[in-house]
Each structure stands twice: as structure tokens, then as C-alpha cells.
């Protein structure tokens, strides 16, 4: 509803498996988002990409990889992940990046809620 | 350590009372902005302010932005059991193009 997609959902894997969430926007955005929600931390800014380029990584462990292909999808690989990645997972969109456009109002895609046993 | 923290953590009212959430942060913010997350949702954009001072209205919602635009509040008044759920602040550190949510505060509003 929001123009921002996510699949699967739900995601239940082993910490040697290695799998790909998918994020896709319909809003003709130039920036993408991934973050990562969990009890602990609500809400953590892990990866940014602005017109297909990535432009902040917040120190995110080398298990979670991020790919853009172009600038309405955009997809997070998994491998060998722990217990304790699982989270809820959001990806978001906004028109740009840029504090000084006041344009990055973002719109959230549904989610997939990640279980790592 | 926490560029934007946000108090309280939770909040629980009688319906019909008011609620205050309260977000600071110890850089000047270039704008800030207001989501709202229902339980099992996602954040859903409510509003930013960009001005010094700004104050907006969104029915019984009243937002401000501090003088020095490093604080920040989200009243509500009257609150209704629609309100439940956890508003999260959430600002661009001004001049670092960095963009922070705040830990939110989570609502319960009893019938």
C-alpha cells in the first residue's frame, strides 16, 4: 500500500544457509534503504543507496551484503548469519538523500521478519 | 552513543488523556521528522518540520521544533485507541547528511 514491496515475509534459516531479501519500490525513488528493527535497537540505518550507489554503510557485519541493481529494487544477501540477526528487517524508499532538499521523507515496505535458529 | 534519543520509552494512558513524546538531540538538526508504527506495521511518515520554532497540526496531533532545532515533541490530545503504537522521531544531523531515528515511544492507550 505503501509502493514498497518486500518478500518473503517471514524467513526461517540456518546459520549456514545463505539467502536474499528482496525490496522493491514503485514511487520513482532515487534512494533506498535497509534497516534492521529488534527489541534491542528499534530501529538501525544499515545500509543507503542513492541512485544506485551506495552511500553509508554503518558498520554492518560482512554476513549482510547489499545489492542494487537499479534504483527501484534493491536486495540484501545473507550467509552465515547468527541468533542473533534475527529481527525484523525494513527496506525504504525516499525521493533523495539530501538534507539540504528536506526530500527524504521515507515510505517503509511491510517488512520480513527473519529468524536465524 | 545515541545521536537522537527520545523519551519516554513507553507510555501508558486512559483514553481521553494526552500524551507527550519528547525528542533530543545534542547536534542541530537540519529537519526532523515523525513516524508512526502500529503493532505488527511498519513506520508510516507522519509529518517534518523544517523551521526553527515550526509548529504544525494534524487534527489532535500538535508537532514542534524546538528554537535551536535540536528538539523536538509530539502531543496528542485526547488520545483515542487508534493511537496506540510507537512514534518514533527521527532527524538529519545538520551539515553530515546523517540520518538518525530515535528509539520511540512505545503508546498504550486503555479503553
Known amino acids: 500500500e505503501t509502493g514498497v514491496t518486500q518478500t518473503p515475509r517471514h524467513l526461517v534459516m540456518g546459520m549456514t544457509n545463505k539467502k536474499s531479501l528482496k525490496c522493491e519500490q514503485h514511487l520513482g525513488h532515487n534512494a533506498m534503504y535497509w534497516y534492521k528493527q529488534s527489541a534491542k535497537k528499534p530501529l538501525e540505518l544499515m545500509f543507503v543507496y542513492s541512485l544506485e550507489e551506495r552511500v553509508e554503510n554503518n558498520s554492518v557485519p560482512s554476513r549482510f551484503s547489499p545489492e542494487c541493481p537499479n534504483s527501484s529494487h534493491l536486495f540484501l544477501h545473507l550467509h552465515t548469519l547468527q541468533p542473533e540477526d534475527s529481527a525484523l528487517y525494513l527496506c525504504?524508499?525516499?525521493?533523495?538523500?539530501?538534507?539540504?532538499?528536506?526530500?527524504?521523507?521515507?515510505?517503509f515496505g511491510p517488512g520480513t521478519r527473519l529468524t536465524v535458529l | 552513543g545515541q545521536q537522537v534519543m527520545q523519551i519516554p520509552q513507553y507510555q501508558h494512558v486512559q483514553e481521553g488523556e494526552d500524551f507527550t513524546t519528547y525528542c533530543n538531540s545534542s547536534?542541530?538538526?537540519?529537519?526532523i521528522q515523525w513516524y508512526k508504527q502500529r503493532p505488527g506495521g511498519h513506520p508510516v511518515f507522519l509529518i517534518q518540520?523544517?523551521?526553527?520554532?515550526e509548529v504544525k497540526k494534524q487534527k489532535r496531533l500538535t508537532f514542534q521544533f524546538g528554537e535551536a532545532k535540536k528538539n523536538s515533541s509530539l502531543h496528542i490530545t485526547a488520545t483515542q485507541t487508534t493511537d496506540v503504537g510507537t512514534y518514533f522521531c527521527?532527524?538529519?544531523?545538520?551539515?553530515?547528511?546523517?540520518?538518525?531515528f530515535g528509539s520511540g515511544t512505545k503508546l498504550n492507550v486503555k479503553p
Open positions: 518540520l523544517v523551521k526553527s520554532g
Open positions: 527521527a532527524g538529519t544531523l545538520y551539515n553530515f547528511n546523517k540520518f538518525y
Open positions: 525504504a524508499s525516499s525521493q533523495d538523500t539530501g538534507w539540504a532538499s528536506g526530500d527524504n521523507e521515507q515510505f
Open positions: 547536534t542541530t538538526l537540519s529537519n
